[in-house]
């Protein structure tokens, strides 16, 4: 059936005629059969080709309530750093398909444009459509802790890094934990001064990911803060898994930077 249907679409949409059938854009398969269609053409021109966008803009004329296109729109413009844009196409997305793009617009909000305000505000709303779930790999509860601690508001961001690792853990305390949540969990403690609890949470890190550079820097800012003179051994071993190219590990690393992520001018000046 399915296959059939990709096959009747795909005639329509190679079939060049003055008068063109009427899609049923109401219909979720027939959106996604063409989304299907038009993922496949997109893919063979790169993000920053014309015909990108283009591809997409043909399928809206067809459909324009598919949010999916819209989402796909924005990619160049996110990659590109021009934040107004993409989010413009995200927010016709989210208000397309709510339950499946909220989360994404909020992550946005969080790490690519760095408005920890809209971002809690929208994790809020994607909260209420689809509870308990995640978005990029983690927790609502992950992104609104990050919100928080670039706010400064420490004591609320430990209660979203905590709830973040129980939501990792299921109920079943062997579960492994994102070496993530575990680094800035420890770097909230290290803010709060609270230097034991940052210490266990960046030692508990690095066991999950040893070579993580942010986790042995701020360890090494930990140890010296409290007289322990392995801070060295830890600061040139962040500066060497550094060099070597290990990274913090996030699906879009590549085109934005986290909080908190260290760069080459940490190591410029030993501290």
Not at 82 to 104: G, M, N, S, T
Not at 123 to 138: C, G, I, Q, Y
Request: aromatic content about 16%; glycine content about 2%.
């Amino acid at each position: 059936m399915v296959k059939s249907l990709l096959l009747f679409l795909s005639l329509i949409l190679t079939f060049e005629a003055v008068s063109q059938p009427v899609m049923d854009c109401n219909s979720k398969t027939v959106r996604d059969s063409l989304v299907d269609i038009f993922e496949k053409k997109a893919s063979k021109y790169g993000f920053n080709h014309p015909h990108w966008e283009a591809t997409w803009d043909s399928l809206l004329t067809i459909c324009p309530n598919i949010a999916e296109a819209y989402h796909e729109k924005a990619m160049p413009y996110i990659r590109n750093g021009d934040y107004a844009k993409a989010f413009e196409f995200e927010e016709k997305a989210v208000d397309l398909d709510p339950k499946r793009w909220i989360a994404y617009y909020a992550f946005m909000n969080c790490i690519f444009s760095k408005n920890y305000e809209k971002a809690l505000i929208e994790f809020d709303r994607a909260e209420k459509l689809v509870p308990n779930a995640s978005v990029m790999d983690h927790t609502y509860s992950f992104y609104r802790g990050i919100s928080y601690l670039e706010l400064q508001e420490f004591d609320r961001a430990e209660v979203e890094f905590l709830k973040d690792i129980r939501q990792q853990r299921r109920g079943n305390e062997t579960n492994d934990i994102h070496f993530n949540s575990l680094l800035y969990l420890g770097i909230v403690y290290s803010e709060m001064k609270e230097f034991d609890k940052a210490e266990k949470y960046f030692r508990d890190c690095l066991q999950q990911y040893e070579q993580l550079p942010e986790a042995n820097y701020y360890l090494a800012l930990t140890l010296k803060i409290v007289g322990n003179r392995d801070s060295d051994l830890y600061f040139d071993k962040a500066k060497q898994y550094f060099s070597e190219g290990y990274k913090i590990n996030e699906p879009t690393e590549m085109f934005v930077n986290y909080p908190r992520q260290i760069s080459a001018q940490e190591f410029a000046v030993k501290n």
